[in-house]
């Protein structure tokens, strides 16, 4: 994304207001994305939990099909990543240290895709959109989700995340 300014690389390429369980895969193929990187977090499941909730499940069984599918998180414990990981047979990073780039450049490389053929799917502006958008992935805003897979009702963090984001410049969403 040279040339692009840094606050920009704040703006997701998409933000639908859904969490991950209800975006419509059209969107992503339709765009020709063959591959998705997934915060776990807060995007696929609840802070502790490692149980995926029946929507998110299906979602990702459907993109499964679509899609090379990879988890990608900040959390370090590689149990609870590779537990979550495990239920879908799916490939994962732990400790990825977004928003830094090493460990999604060595993701990347292991998709064998060019970057705009990616999409980086996540809750945060600051790690997983800003990260994406460093490399040149489509990137995604999801909503924050609940055990349930229902929509978090109040998110604190990703609105001041999007306030800031204004406050440095990005253009509103």
Not at 13 to 38: E, K, M, S
Request: charged letters at 25%; hydrophobic letters at 40%.
């Amino acid at each position: 994304m040279a040339g692009v300014s840094p606050s920009h690389w704040l703006l997701p390429d998409w933000d639908p207001g859904l969490t991950i369980a209800h975006l419509p895969l059209p969107h992503l193929t339709g765009r020709d994305i063959q591959a998705a990187v997934i915060d776990v977090d807060r995007t696929l499941l609840p802070g502790r939990a490692v149980r995926l909730p029946d929507s998110v499940r299906v979602w990702l069984e459907d993109a499964g099909r679509r899609l090379q599918l990879h988890l990608f998180s900040n959390n370090p414990s590689k149990a609870r990543i590779s537990a979550v990981a495990s239920q879908l047979d799916l490939s994962f990073t732990c400790g990825a240290g977004k928003p830094r780039r090493g460990a999604l450049r060595r993701v990347i490389a292991d998709l064998d895709l060019p970057p705009r053929s990616i999409a980086m799917v996540g809750d945060r502006l600051f790690t997983d959109v800003l990260c994406g958008n460093r490399l040149g992935l489509y990137t995604v805003l999801v909503r924050p989700i609940r055990e349930d897979g229902a929509p978090c009702d109040r998110d604190r963090v990703q609105r001041l995340e999007r306030r800031l984001a204004r406050v440095l410049g990005a253009p509103a969403a």
